[in-house]
């Protein structure tokens, strides 16, 4: 399991934490495109989705955690699913200003989009597109009220249990962790205004339906009531989930 050796001096950090200018200029000039969501929702299948569609840059976030490994050899890559850094090279970015947001995950990492991903996006003249945790979107809607912020949810939580599940590996104690920070994520969604909702039932009308919102000034509110009516499902279940597991 991933541990903070510096975990002290991160809190401290964020904190305080202020955009560069540099830093401010490059989030005003990135065409930015954010999905937030459960653990195990499909976000990063739904990106790799629009990036086939050609009109959509990946941001890619910096972290701390170490790289995923499967009987020993990694499953992940540098630049692909993370930039992995060192908690000194994260920390010094911090106190430079140079994240638009970062913030500690799952009590165990810290994770944040450094500047220079969005001037590679403005080079693209795409829109960018990245996943983000509600601290992190409070953040930049805080800085950036137009970005569109869009909440991915499974359809339910039974499906929800079976994809976090498929993953496996993941020992009883990381599962209640996600679950935890699940919760605080859906808390988010349901109180704050700028989050747009999109039900997970199939992954290639998701991409379409997230496409859609992306490119437009309106969403549906019967479909936003209903996906807010399912984010409420979802959080007395992961609850009831939690009480159960402690029984």
């Not at 140079?98 to 450094?114: F, K, L, P, R």
Request: one cysteine or more; glycine letters at 6%; aromatic letters at 6%.
């Amino acid at each position: 399991m991933n541990e903070l050796k510096h975990r002290a001096e991160f809190i401290d950090a964020l904190s305080n934490y202020k955009l560069s200018p540099a830093a401010m200029d490059a989030l005003l000039r990135t065409r930015l495109l954010l999905l937030a969501g459960l653990t195990s929702s499909g976000r990063n299948t739904i990106i790799n989705g629009l990036v086939k569609l050609g009109d959509y840059y990946h941001i890619v976030s910096d972290t701390t955690r170490q790289i995923r490994l499967n009987n020993g050899l990694p499953i992940e890559k540098d630049g692909r699913e993370y930039w992995f850094r060192s908690e000194e090279d994260i920390l010094n970015g911090l106190r430079s200003g140079d994240y638009i947001e970062a913030a500690i995950i799952h009590d165990q990492q810290v994770s944040g989009c450094n500047t220079r991903e969005l001037d590679r996006a403005i080079e693209t003249d795409k829109i960018a597109v990245k996943d983000i945790e509600q601290i992190g979107a409070k953040t930049i809607h805080s800085l950036k009220p137009e970005t569109k912020i869009i909440f991915i949810t499974p359809p339910s939580f039974e499906a929800w249990m079976q994809r976090i599940h498929s993953r496996g590996g993941l020992p009883a104690e990381e599962i209640k962790r996600r679950i935890k920070s699940s919760l605080k994520e859906l808390d988010a969604a349901l109180t704050e205004n700028y989050y747009s909702f999109v039900i997970n039932m199939e992954i290639e009308a998701t991409i379409i339906e997230v496409d859609a919102i992306a490119k437009s000034s309106e969403t549906n509110p019967k479909y936003q009531q209903l996906g807010r009516q399912l984010a409420k499902k979802l959080f007395q279940a992961a609850e009831n989930y939690l009480q159960t597991a402690k029984a």
